[in-house]
C-alpha cells in the first residue's frame, strides 16, 4: 500500500511540472495529412481574446521529418481579426543551419521548432481571432512536414 502511495505521488509530481507553462496563453498544433502539406488545405486555429491590455508573443510551430528537402519553409500566414478585417504576413521558417544540420529539439528524425512570429503584440479587439497557416514553398503538395501550429505567450 505504501509503495502504490508512493507511485502516485511521483506520477502526480511529474505530470504536475511538465504541464505548468504559466507563460502559454495558446497553444495548438495540427497534423499534416500524409505528412504532405498542400496549399489549399491552411491550418486554421481559433483564439478567443478578452484582454486588449497585455502583451503577447505570438510563435509559429513547425514539425518536419529529417527527410525533408530544404533548410527553411515559406509561410504566409493571414490573421483575421473579430470584426473580420484580413492582415496578411509572408514568414521565413529557417529549419536547418547553413551546414545542414537541422534545429529545434529532435528525437530520431524529427524536429520541432518555435519560430518568432511577432513580438509584444497587443491585441487591439476583444474576441475571436483566425490564425491561417498556409504553405507558400513551390512545391505542392509539400512533403516532409508533419505538424503546423500557434503558440501565444504573455509577453514579460
Do not use: H
Request: aromatic fraction near 12%; charged fraction near 20%.
Amino acid at each position: 500500500m505504501k509503495l502504490n502511495a508512493v507511485c502516485f505521488l511521483l506520477v502526480f509530481s511529474c505530470c504536475a511540472l511538465t504541464s505548468c507553462d504559466p507563460s502559454r496563453f495558446f497553444e495548438e498544433n495540427k497534423k499534416v495529412v500524409k505528412g504532405e502539406w498542400d496549399q489549399n488545405t491552411p491550418l486554421v486555429f481559433q483564439v478567443s481574446v478578452e484582454d486588449t491590455s497585455g502583451l503577447f508573443n505570438v510563435y509559429i510551430n513547425v514539425r518536419n521529418a529529417g527527410n525533408y528537402r530544404f533548410s527553411n519553409l515559406y509561410l504566409f500566414v493571414n490573421t483575421v481579426f473579430p470584426g473580420g478585417q484580413l492582415e496578411r504576413d509572408t514568414l521565413e521558417c529557417t529549419l536547418a543551419s547553413p551546414d545542414g544540420r537541422w534545429l529545434g529539439d529532435g528525437l530520431g528524425d524529427i524536429f520541432d521548432n518555435r519560430i518568432l512570429f511577432k513580438e509584444n503584440v497587443r491585441f487591439s479587439q476583444p474576441g475571436e481571432y483566425s490564425f491561417e497557416l498556409i504553405q507558400a514553398m513551390r512545391i505542392n503538395p509539400l512533403p516532409g512536414i508533419m505538424d503546423a501550429g500557434i503558440r501565444i505567450e504573455k509577453a514579460e
